[in-house]
Nanobody, 116 residues
Framework: QVQLVESGGGLVPAGGSLRLSCAAS????????MGWYRQAPGKQRELVAT???????NFADSVKGRFTISRNNAKTTVYLEMNSLKPEDTAVYLC??????????WGQGTQVTVSS
């Protein structure tokens, strides 16, 4: 099992920045890719960004150029740096750890609210 704990959400004005963190514990050696998803009220969950065990990153088109994703050397924590935030970025942001055939682990989420 893998446990994920997110932190760093909050309320920020449009154009502002936030940094989210996700700390993984448990069977971390089973983790392949880690990433961030988000879900706004009444909308489906969508991918924001992922980072593989080799450091390859992937971003949703809507956040390219504004968000960056990184991972610490121990690969136990993943960060999402969000800049130039827009009201449409408002959502619950959830951390994900893909564990291959073992499936996915999810955090409980952290709220990000961007005021206009």
């Amino acid at each position: 099992q893998v446990q994920l704990v997110e932190s760093g959400g909050g309320l920020v004005p449009a154009g502002g920045s936030l940094r989210l963190s996700c700390a993984a514990s448990g069977n971390i050696f089973s983790i392949n890719t880690m990433g961030w998803y988000r879900q706004a009220p009444g909308k489906q969950r969508e991918l924001v960004a992922t980072i593989s065990s080799t450091g390859t990153t992937n971003f949703a088109d809507s956040v390219k150029g504004r968000f960056t994703i990184s991972r610490n050397n121990a690969k136990t924590t993943v960060y999402l740096e969000m800049n130039s935030l827009k009201p449409e970025d408002t959502a619950v942001y959830l951390c994900n750890a893909n564990r291959g055939w073992r499936g996915d682990s999810w955090g409980q989420g952290t709220q990000v609210t961007v005021s206009s």
